[in-house]
C-alpha cells in the first residue's frame, strides 16, 4: 500500500486503494463489501426495539410517550414516506391530553425515530441524550421524549403541534451506506406544524463514535436550540456558528439494559 493510500485512508471510510489479486478484487475486499452490504440493507428491515430506551429514559427523569406513524408495517413505510410522515389520530389525541391545562409550553421535544436504521438510535441516542443533559441540565435534564416507530422526520412536526413544542429535535436513523450503517441524524424545527419543509430545519448528520462525535453533536445541538429561541428561527435562517466543542470529560457510558 502507497503512503498516499495510506494518507488518505486515515481521512475517510471510504473505499480507496482496495488489494486485488490479478483482474480481480481480493477475496478478502469481496467479503467485507458483501458483509457492509448486508449490514446496510439489515439495518433498514431492522425493528426498532424501544423498551430499553423507554427503561433508561424513565429512570433519568425523562417523560417518555411512545408512539406509531400512519405506516402500519415496514413495508408500508418503504413504499408510503408520506404515511410515515403522519401521526395517527389516536396517538395525537393521547398526546395532546398528557399536558396538563395551564402547564407551560416546553421549550423543546426530544423525538426518537427509527427512520431508515433503527440500528442508530438504538445504539447512540441515548449517549447523545447524556451528553446533552451534562452539557446544559437546566434544559435537557428532564426534557420530554417521544419514541417514534415507521417515522419519516416530519413526524416530529405533529408532535411538537400535540405537545404544543416551541422547538422539536428529532433523532433519527439516517439512510444506511456501505460505510455507515447506524448513523444517527439529529433535526431540529423551530414552531413545528405539518407542512414545514426541510429548508425550515437544521441538521447535524453522522452522529456516531466513527463520525460526528456525541460532545460536539451536543454542543451544536445546545447552541442551535439556544440561537433558535433567541431568534424564532431555524433552517436556512440560522447558520451553525456553534464552532469545536470545547475539550471536557464525558457523560459516562450508558448501559441501557441495566
Known amino acids: 500500500m ?41 439495518a ?14 424513565a429512570a433519568m427523569g425523562h417523560p417518555v410517550q411512545s408512539v406509531k406513524s400512519l405506516a402500519a408495517d415496514r413495508a408500508t413505510y ?10 395517527g389520530a389516536e396517538d395525537a389525541a393521547t398526546l395532546s391530553a398528557s399536558q396538563l391545562p395551564g402547564s407551560p409550553q416546553p421549550a423543546v421535544v426530544v423525538v426518537i425515530a427509527d427512520g431508515l436504521s433503527a440500528a442508530a438510535p438504538g445504539a447512540h441516542a441515548l449517549p447523545l441524550i447524556r451528553e446533552l443533559a451534562a452539557l446544559s441540565p437546566a434544559r435537557w435534564a428532564n426534557v420530554p421524549v417521544v419514541l417514534a416507530k415507521q417515522a419519516r422526520v416530519a413526524l416530529g412536526d405533529a408532535v411538537g ?56 453533536a451536543a454542543h451544536q445541538l445546545h447552541w442551535l436550540v439556544e440561537q433558535a429561541r433567541s431568534r424564532g428561527v431555524t433552517g436556512i435562517e440560522l447558520k451553525d456558528e456553534s464552532g469545536p466543542a470545547p475539550l471536557h470529560i464525558g457523560a459516562p457510558p450508558a448501559n441501557i439494559g441495566a
Do not use: K, W
Open 161 to 216: 403541534v400535540a405537545l404544543q413544542a416551541q422547538l422539536v429535535l428529532v433523532l433519527i436513523g439516517e439512510r444506511p451506506g456501505m460505510s455507515a450503517h447506524d448513523s444517527l441524524g439529529a433535526y431540529l424545527t423551530y414552531a413545528p406544524q405539518p407542512g414545514r419543509t426541510d429548508a425550515e430545519r437544521n441538521c447535524v448528520s453522522n452522529i456516531r463514535p466513527q463520525g460526528l462525535g456525541y460532545a460536539q
Open 44 to 57: 433498514v428491515h431492522a425493528t426498532f426495539d424501544t423498551e430499553p430506551l423507554q427503561t433508561a429514559l
Open 2 to 42: 502507497s503512503e498516499l493510500v495510506r494518507s488518505l485512508r486515515s481521512f475517510t471510510a471510504a473505499r480507496i486503494g482496495l488489494q486485488a489479486a490479478g483482474q480481480s478484487l481480493a477475496t478478502r475486499e469481496v467479503l467485507q463489501l458483501a458483509q457492509d452490504h448486508a449490514l446496510a440493507r439489515d
Open 78 to 87: 418503504l413504499r408510503r414516506p408520506d404515511f410515515g410522515r403522519q401521526l
